[in-house]
């Protein structure tokens, strides 16, 4: 093997990792909000979770106008629940 195509093959490699790496970066999670809004979205989900099964029904929703408002948009997978996720994006501070 010549000089150049070692050249030639070192570079493919770097470039391949260089585009796995960034590929990575790209589809890892999106950033979180900060550590006090996250806290204050899993507190007022908790509380709304009146039988701790980890998710809120549309009857535990009602003591929370903001979410029980817009349940049904926020129920994505229609299971007739919110799951966390489901919760934080209809969830306000305030």
Same mark, same amino acid.
């Given at each position: 093997?010549?000089?150049? /195509?070692?050249?030639?093959?070192?570079? =493919?490699?770097?470039?391949?990792?260089?585009?796995? @790496?960034?590929?990575?970066?790209?589809?890892?999670?999106? %950033? %979180?909000?900060?550590?006090?809004?996250?806290? %204050?979205?899993? /507190?007022?989900?908790?509380?709304?979770? /009146?039988?701790?099964?980890? !998710?809120?029904?549309?009857?535990?929703?009602? !003591?929370?106008?903001?979410?029980?408002?817009?349940?049904?948009?926020?129920?994505?997978?229609?299971?007739? %629940? =919110?799951? =966390?996720?489901?919760?934080? @994006?209809?969830?306000?501070?305030?």
């Amino acid at each position: 093997m010549t000089l150049r /195509a070692s050249l030639i093959r070192f570079t =493919l490699a770097t470039a391949c990792t260089g585009f796995a @790496a960034a590929s990575m970066a790209q589809t890892a999670a999106p %950033a %979180a909000p900060d550590a006090k809004g996250r806290m %204050a979205v899993e /507190a007022a989900f908790t509380k709304a979770d /009146a039988n701790a099964d980890g !998710k809120v029904t549309k009857d535990e929703a009602i !003591k929370m106008p903001e979410i029980a408002g817009k349940f049904e948009a926020l129920d994505k997978d229609k299971d007739g %629940a =919110l799951t =966390l996720a489901e919760f934080a @994006a209809g969830f306000k501070m305030g």
